[in-house]
């Protein structure tokens, strides 16, 4: 599939659930014009911790090269879990790949859209840096579940894909209160800034919906649900699911 632009975010590289080669096969199958990288793409969090850093990691970082060589425009918006980059923006990596802090994106509609991470907003969805970084600590203990619950699942013949931190974001109420607050945060802010709508990640929750007369997408991430934001090229925008399209392949 062809798109005029690919938005995706919170991929984790060198993160044990990473899930690179459910993004590989997505670049394989899908091609644009350009596309935006909106931050936590290198978790340079995990350098601190337990780098799990698998060969197919490396041939994603690969893969966006040899894109950026055949003319493909890459812009990596950085996050907190790559915020090592932030001290040397604006970079430009060769003439295609643009390393910057936010971006600004006009749709082919000629909406001007916000670019940004969203962890810019954590002080006032958050009171402080260490509650995030709890936060964080707590949502790889329902990935480390998850996978858990999921080899189970297997075993009695149940395929299908069920996120027990996905459960947790749409049904536990402080949850879906700081993630409705986080988008009324930046949608504002967007409105504020005279934008027409706002492109995030960051809560790892795939989204498309009009606050006010604010766009808010969010591209959700590639850990758990494997999704991407695109704008085809005839101006729609939409949220491509990719989990269910992957096929694993069976180990060795």
């Not at 014009?33 to 780098?51: H, L, M, N, P, Q």
């Not at 149940?158 to 700081?178: A, E, G, I, M």
């Not at 591209?219 to 101006?235: F, I, Q």
Request: one cysteine or more; hydrophobic letters at 40%.
């Amino acid at each position: 599939m062809k798109y005029r632009t690919i938005f995706v975010s919170d991929i984790h590289l060198g993160t044990r659930f990473c899930k690179a080669e459910a993004f590989l096969d997505f670049l394989k199958q899908n091609e644009a014009e350009s596309i935006y990288f909106v931050g936590d793409i290198v978790d340079g969090w995990a350098i601190k911790r337990r780098v799990v850093w698998k060969q197919s990691h490396s041939d994603v970082i690969q893969k966006v090269l040899r894109l950026a060589r055949k003319g493909v425009d890459v812009f990596y918006i950085t996050g907190n879990h790559d915020e090592f980059l932030r001290p040397f923006v604006p970079m430009l990596l060769g003439d295609r790949i643009h390393v910057c802090n936010e971006a600004v994106y006009e749709g082919l509609n000629g909406r001007r859209y916000y670019v940004t991470h969203g962890d810019y907003f954590d002080s006032v969805t958050m009171t402080k840096r260490w509650v995030a970084k709890l936060g964080d600590i707590g949502y790889d203990l329902l990935l480390h579940l998850n996978h858990l619950l999921n080899g189970a699942r297997r075993r009695i013949g149940f395929n299908r894909y069920w996120s027990l931190s996905k459960y947790v974001k749409d049904n536990v109420k402080k949850s879906v209160t700081f993630i409705t607050d986080f988008e009324k945060v930046l949608a504002e802010h967007a409105h504020h800034k005279g934008f027409d709508g706002i492109v995030c990640g960051h809560i790892h929750k795939a989204e498309m919906r009009k606050i006010g007369d604010i766009d808010y997408f969010n591209c959700g991430d590639w850990v758990e649900s494997c999704t991407a934001l695109v704008e085809t090229m005839d101006g729609e925008w939409k949220i491509v699911e990719w989990q269910e399209r992957f096929v694993e392949p069976k180990a060795a």
